[in-house]
């Protein structure tokens, strides 16, 4: 083989790193006397931390730079938590991995209460998805959702420092963190649909690459690849990613695929739902089918709020 070192483009959060050196110790495994080194580099999302993500809008805030890194020869993977990953790429890029999934769930971090149920009326709960503020609020309209971001660690010393009475975040990053025992319970998935893509780590590279494509085979999870990718032809079927309430969620069964789908108002007035089952070869159009009946009952009107005009197809 005449490929000696793979660079891995990473964002410098705590979590990213965790990720980037979750896959270089895998390549290294697989490939023994393979070099693998990180690229950290800051992206847009990150210098951005205080305005919602949604008006900053764009998706792929998270992604850009890592991609220019590889467009430019800088770096030759680049890793990427699967729910912040843009559904199309730059001409020249693609995705060629998809690791195993983490607990996709979202978690209830609080230093008092167990549950969402344990929370006293009018409670303050950080987060700044809307997909997770508008599942909350169907359930507790009473509750107060206050404006939470930063990376996982930031977002944990805020509630620290008791800006909130509990927190939502990805349960993933928070075990991959090694702070599992923060969470106090799992919000299950019928409560809290996650964001396509949640706990799934996914490697971005160049097309053409196909030398580095075959060093990363050994890496994908296809049960993994097959659920996400359900979930993301729903999502790019919205136009959406995770700064939009949209939530979907694929699992896999005897038969084949089963997506659930739902989009909702941030307010929690509104939730659309949709679910549906699939053999694995029609996962993508599984999703897809599911965001025509999303759009269908009227997600549309609510995404188009959200987006300042720029409807859902
Ligand atoms: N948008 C931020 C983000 N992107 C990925 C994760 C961690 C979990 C994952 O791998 O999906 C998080 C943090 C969070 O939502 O709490």
């Given at each position: 083989?005449s ?5 891995i483009?990473?964002r ?14 895998r390549?290294?495994q697989?490939h023994?006397?393979?070099k ?14 205080d ?23 800088e ?6 938590s ?12 693609g995705l ?9 769930r979202?978690?209830?971090v609080s230093?008092?209460?167990e ?15 809307l997909?997770r503020q ?6 507790r309209?009473d509750l ?10 930031t977002?944990?010393?805020k ?8 927190i939502i975040?990805?349960a993933?990053?928070l ?21 396509g ?6 490697i ?6 196909e030398e ?11 049960d ?10 729903l ?20 038969e ?12 929690g007035?509104?939730l ?6 699939a053999?694995i070869?029609?996962?993508e ?11 269908a ?10 987006y300042?005009g720029d409807?859902?197809?």
């Amino acid at each position: 083989m005449s490929l000696r070192e793979i660079r891995i483009a990473t964002r410098k959060s705590a979590l990213a790193l965790w990720q980037a050196e979750y896959v270089k110790s895998r390549l290294e495994q697989a490939h023994p006397g393979l070099k693998v080194s990180l690229v950290p580099m800051v992206s847009r999302g990150d210098k951005l931390l205080d305005a919602p993500l949604a008006k900053i809008g764009g998706k792929g805030l998270f992604v850009k730079e890592l991609e220019t890194a590889l467009l430019d020869q800088e770096a030759d993977i680049a890793v990427h938590s699967m729910k912040d990953v843009p559904m199309d790429f730059p001409e020249g890029l693609g995705l060629y991995c998809i690791c195993e999934r983490e607990d996709p769930r979202d978690a209830f971090v609080s230093g008092r209460y167990e549950s969402i149920d344990a929370l006293p009326p009018g409670s303050v709960v950080g987060t700044s998805s809307l997909r997770r503020q508008a599942q909350l609020l169907a359930r507790r309209p009473d509750l107060k959702i206050q404006f939470l971001r930063g990376n996982v660690n930031t977002r944990l010393a805020k509630l620290d420092a008791g800006e909130y009475d509990a927190i939502i975040l990805a349960a993933a990053g928070l075990i991959r963190l090694g702070f599992g025992e923060r969470i106090r319970s799992t919000l299950s998935v019928d409560d809290s649909l996650p964001a396509g893509g949640q706990g799934a780590v996914g490697i971005e590279c160049r097309s053409g690459d196909e030398e580095i494509h075959s060093l990363l085979a050994p890496l994908n999870d296809p049960d993994t690849a097959v659920r996400v990718s359900a979930e993301r032809a729903l999502n790019r079927h919205l136009n959406g990613g995770c700064q939009v309430p949209i939530a979907c969620y694929a699992v896999l069964e005897a038969e084949g695929v089963w997506l659930r789908g739902l989009v909702g108002q941030p307010d929690g007035s509104e939730l659309l739902h949709a679910q549906g089952r699939a053999p694995i070869e029609d996962a993508e159009a599984l999703g897809v089918r599911l965001a025509e009946e999303l759009l269908a009952q009227g997600a549309g009107r609510i995404l188009s709020a959200i987006y300042g005009g720029d409807a859902a197809e």
